[in-house]
């Protein structure tokens, strides 16, 4: 292998796909800077992608997240299976880049050609991430990586948002957890597919689950009733078990078409996320010039509202 020298993103897109995970790694960064070379990755990788089983995993901070995406990783590659992973995580104050932690936690990883693990900053910008992320995505599966994990920092917008964008999605839980269910029970329950109760060797385990099954048995839910699996991810116990219910919503996927139907729901939804940014940004351009200051003038006159002043602006197309 050949590593390539090339900035052009489809000599470093080739170099990828033939394994340099140098180029890999500069083909993320080009998506999370975003612009022309961002959207000329994403056209290249789009034609490849579409194989790869994607798993979210979200939960309160201090969950053990980390520790048990390691743990899977592990699981994954016990039957041979190449896998990446996303860790979505907070902004660093100095950097404005990801912060490292998650990539520490899973460094017994960091020597295996077989995985791959990328930190991405939320940047506290919920739109840029919501692009981002999935473009990363087809990249790892246009590579091919058949297994992407996206492991986020909390429960927030953000990472409920991000990790609910995948096929199968796992919600982590700690024993004792149950108050925090009750105020956060319907954004949970919207995106879970997999409960995991991890931490499970601690007191009010067995409370913990059974606050999930009556909550579930309140939700209604017919079609797919998450599991509840209780993990302890130091030792992984109980990973097992996670990694087959896994395989088993994977199976309910395809043959209830629900799968299809996810995939096509995040691709109409990204493409409503584009076109929003394409329209901002031409709202920028028309929002300056010499055009936008006369009808700002009128406007601050009295002599036009703003509504007419911008369906002026929008039908000229120039500013």
Avoid: C
């Amino acid at each position: 292998m050949t590593r390539v020298r090339s900035n052009e993103p489809a000599a470093v897109f080739a170099a990828a796909v033939d394994g340099d995970r140098s180029a890999l790694a500069r083909l993320l960064t080009l998506v999370e800077q975003g612009g022309g070379p961002a959207h000329e990755v994403g056209k290249l990788a789009h034609a490849r992608s579409g194989r790869a089983a994607t798993v979210g995993i979200t939960g309160a901070p201090g969950a053990g997240k980390s520790t048990l995406t390691s743990a899977l990783i592990g699981r994954i590659r016990s039957d041979a299976h190449r896998v990446a992973v996303l860790a979505i995580d907070p902004t660093s104050p100095f950097s404005g880049g990801a912060i490292l932690g998650d990539r520490v936690r899973m460094g017994e990883h960091s020597l295996d050609d077989g995985v791959f693990i990328r930190s991405m900053a939320t940047r506290g910008h919920l739109g840029g991430l919501a692009l981002a992320t999935p473009e990363a995505v087809r990249v790892l599966d246009a590579v091919g990586y058949p297994w992407i994990l996206i492991e986020t920092v909390g429960v927030g917008q953000v990472e409920v948002e991000v990790a609910g964008a995948t096929d199968t999605r796992i919600v982590v839980l700690n024993p004792g957890w149950g108050d925090a269910i009750q105020a956060n029970k319907a954004g949970l329950l919207e995106i879970a597919d997999i409960f995991v109760v991890n931490k499970a060797d601690r007191p009010g385990t067995k409370e913990t689950v059974r606050d999930l099954e009556q909550m579930l048995e309140l939700s209604g839910r017919r079609d797919w009733i998450p599991p509840i699996v209780t993990t302890v991810a130091t030792s992984a116990d109980g990973v097992d078990e996670l990694w087959e219910q896994i395989g088993r919503h994977g199976k309910h996927l395809i043959a209830s078409g629900e799968l299809m139907r996810r995939r096509t729901d995040r691709l109409t939804d990204e493409l409503h996320r584009i076109l929003a940014e394409r329209l901002l940004q031409q709202a920028r351009e028309l929002g300056r010039g010499e055009r936008f200051n006369q009808l700002r003038a009128e406007v601050v006159a009295g002599n036009l509202d703003p509504w007419t002043a911008a369906d002026e602006l929008l039908s000229t197309g120039s500013p």
